[in-house]
């Protein structure tokens, strides 16, 4: 299976990320904010580092780039469709390592929330 991130992930459209952010559930893995619902389609994703945080681009683009290879590495386990935001919250650029344990600890509460609710 090969690990990519092709445009078909990629959570895009106004409405779209508006509906996900007026209904969706929210958590804190730091150094993320992760909202997320559920959907019959395949799992797409938003990246996103806040301008008022990282005035320079060259910050938010080193951060975007880490989110995105954590989530493209550790995505394969998604089995079921959802719409994801990955907002990254912290004031310092923290290292990749970091990064990817937020997007790991993400993805296990996502599941373990989705589990809770299909059987209660």
């Known amino acids: 299976m090969r690990n990519t991130f092709p445009k078909s992930e990629k959570l895009c459209g106004k409405e779209a990320i508006a509906a996900l952010y007026r209904t969706g559930r929210r958590f804190t ?11 019959e389609d395949t ?3 938003l990246i996103w580092a ?20 954590a989530w493209r590495l550790n995505s394969r386990d998604m ?15 923290q290292p990749y390592q ?12 996502i599941a373990e929330e989705q589990r809770k609710d299909n059987n209660g």
Not at 100 to 106: L, N, S, V, W
């Open 29 to 39: 893995a730091w150094p993320l904010r992760v909202t997320w619902q559920t959907t």
């Open 98 to 109: 970091v990064i990817e344990k937020g997007i790991q600890k993400a993805l296990r509460r």
């Open 79 to 93: 089995k079921q469709g959802y719409d994801i935001a990955f907002n990254y919250i912290d004031k310092a650029v």
């Open 50 to 69: 806040p301008k008022s945080l990282f005035r320079h681009a060259v910050d938010r683009n080193l951060l975007r780039r880490r989110m995105r290879e």
């Open 43 to 45: 799992t797409r994703v």
